[in-house]
């Protein structure tokens, strides 16, 4: 039998999608559909198929935690940080979320024709400042130019290899019924931040992103000895792209309360003019973490102490169905469902 196994079918429904769309990359159903139909199905692997933020591999001796992300944030600069400190950020909060400690990240440019030496310069420095506060290196890395007109100033690509220094297993298949669902602050202010710039709202406080290295709060976690199951980063689709995420892969149904949700008012506000969600919004220094609850109290004392804003947001059901809830102020119960399109384009 021939190993190769080829076929023209496309997996994606092409009747209803046949090109890709800018909700296809904006953390909401059509993104999961995209990755789970296209991706997971033609590259299907055990490391793949945790789906995790980052693969951990076991090499002799050692465990290692590898990922990789890309950044075309637009603006480039914007209240909190610009797409060169993202770029670390990002690929330094993924290691993390495999409990990981960061230790080095490549970065590839690919810079479009016409853009000024300057920008570049300041997204380097602001690259190279991050990275030296977050303690990793930029050891290897790639450019590319593109036509001008074709690559909207630059994008960069980034992978990262961090260290696995415990023995806990940290992912979405680990969640059990009763863990309680953890936040380390507040939620929905990058995306926020991205969109009153490109939108020119004036607030009686600027809303700035919370984009922000967090492995520090869960290596304090993981020092304390409390029992992670899972962590998930609040990134594209925000906090409700995440909690789904781990729903569906742990076949389990999780509540969270309105109440105990940490947003900003300046971020309520925002979202309220755009008629957005701020819980759909994305965020660049967040995680959620899925804790034991004999842990809880312990780990969300960590958090504190780690951002004040973190908060114990809800907890993981019993029932057998990939499912989110949300429990309103009022006390009523509604499910809290995927956007079916794209809420922010180009916010990370």
Known sequence: MNPLNFTTACPVPLTQYPHVLMAHGGGGRLMH??????FLAAFSNPLLDTQHDAAVLELPGRRLAFTTDSYVVRPLFFPGGDIGSMAVHGTVNDLAMAGARPLYL?????LEEGLPMDTLWR????????ARACGVA????????????????????????????????????????????????????????????REGLAFESQITSDSAPVHASVLALLAAGIEIHCL?????????????????????????EEKLIPVREDVHAACEILGL?????????????????????????????????AALIGQVGSESIPQVYLKSA???????????????????
């Open 232 to 256: 998930r980063d609040l990134t594209r689709g925000g906090l409700t792209s995440a909690l789904h995420e781990i729903a569906s892969v742990a076949s389990l149904a999780l509540q969270v």
């Open 277 to 309: 969600d701020p819980y759909q919004s994305a965020c660049e220094g967040r995680f959620a973490a899925f804790v034991a609850p004999r842990h809880a109290r312990r780990a969300l004392e960590i958090l504190q102490t780690q951002a004040p804003g």
């Open 330 to 348: 009022i006390g009523a119960r509604r499910i809290l469902d995927l956007a079916s399109g794209e809420q922010l384009p180009r916010i990370c």
């Open 138 to 197: 930029i050891v290897t890395g790639d450019t590319k130019v593109v036509d001008r007109g074709k690559g909207d100033g630059v994008f960069i690509n980034t992978a990262g290899v961090g260290a696995v220094e415990h023995a806990q297993v940290i992912g979405p298949r680990q969640v059990q019924a009763g863990d309680v669902i953890l936040v380390n602050g507040d939620v929905g202010r990058h995306g926020m931040a991205i969109m009153a710039v």
């Open 106 to 110: 490549s970065s590839a440019f690919i």
């Open 33 to 38: 559909q995209l990755i789970s139909r296209m």
């Open 123 to 130: 997204v380097v420095c602001s690259m190279r400042d991050a």
